[in-house]
């Protein structure tokens, strides 16, 4: 097992190393600048088994696959029934970032496009916390999911802050139907900072398998968030976690996952293993080109779909 599982992902690694279709995140320079020729895949087993190749320990920023990680934080901070009040579970259908809010509520579609993560965001933590001891509670839940402590690019942050006119206006729409209570502001610096985490290939693997073991690290094994949080975090995942590419995904890999635009994507098969790939090119939905034929393959390969 132990070498054959490190020769199947360089096998596979190989096969889709060709495919240089997608571009990198150009919406701020930082991104666009990504060395577009990394590839890395991991394996994290629920039995704390972690098997990789490629580039699994260059770090990169978190982005968008911190959102199922923060969402999982709010609903065990504050329970299920004051978060599902401000975030809804249903696909948008739309781009991540799309203002996509319920006509009527204001409540963002799901916590995986940017209105939706920003709101979880807010809901990180007690209700009491300053903005910047919200970020600690996130980057501290963050690393108790990689099982090390996680750090920030703060060139990544700076950046994205000054390009932060589409999550400023989501922000404020969210504050005018009172699903933000506090300086809209406040909030986006917050989340660009759980965007701005950095993490590699293998950290997101041991985050995935997290999950995958029901809420407890396992190489840990500490319990990071309860049982039944879990099972709503992968539900939303299924359904929402791969934007507008969600049915493909589902229908074609069928695992639950996250993307990020700085080329991360992670899957978890709960009571199996979480997974990690990282390859910079997206395409047109802003997640990995290869990343999503690493997973078909795999999906393919082992019988992994759920379905
Ligand atoms: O807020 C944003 O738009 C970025 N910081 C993160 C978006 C992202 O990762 C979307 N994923 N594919």
């Known amino acids: 097992m132990r070498s054959v599982v490190p020769d199947y992902l360089t096998e596979v690694l190989g096969d889709v190393e060709p495919d240089t279709s997608g571009e990198p995140a150009d919406y701020i320079p930082e991104l666009a600048a990504a ?37 999982a934080l709010a609903l065990a901070d504050h329970g299920f029934d004051p978060v599902l ?54 980057v501290d839940g963050l690393s108790a999911f990689a099982g090390r402590p996680l750090t920030m690019d703060e060139t990544v942050c700076a950046s994205e802050m000054e390009h932060a006119h589409r999550n400023l206006a989501i922000a404020h729409m969210l504050r005018s139907h009172d699903i933000l209570t506090e300086d809209p502001r406040a909030v986006v610096d917050g989340y660009i900072r759980q965007c701005s985490v950095l993490v590699t290939t293998r950290d997101l693997a041991v985050m995935a398998a997290t999950l995958a073991n029901r809420g407890i690290n396992p190489l840990s094994e500490e319990r990071v968030i309860p049982e039944p949080v879990v099972r709503q975090v992968l539900s939303v ?71």
């Open 35 to 71: 060395d577009p020729d990394r590839l890395g895949a991991v394996f994290a087993t629920v039995d704390g088994m972690v098997y990789g190749a490629g580039d699994i320990d260059t770090e990169f920023t978190i982005q968008s696959i911190s959102k199922p990680f923060t969402y």
């Open 85 to 138: 009040a401000k975030v809804g579970v249903e696909p948008s259908g739309e781009a991540f970032n799309q203002i996509s809010l319920e006509s009527d509520t204001g409540r963002p579609y799901n916590p995986m496009i940017n209105a939706g993560a920003i709101t979880a965001h807010s809901l990180a933590g007690s209700a009491e916390l300053t903005p910047p001891e919200r970020v600690q509670r996130v």
């Open 237 to 307: 995942m299924s359904t929402c976690g791969m934007y507008d590419a969600a049915g493909d995904w589902a229908t074609q890999v069928g695992i639950p996952a996250k993307s990020g635009v700085a080329g991360g994507l992670i899957g978890a098969l709960p009571g199996q293993i979480g997974i990690a790939t990282f390859s910079p090119r997206l395409d047109r939905h802003g997640n990995s080109v290869r990343g999503v034929s690493l997973f078909e393959r795999f999906s393919a390969d082992m019988g992994l779909h759920v379905m």
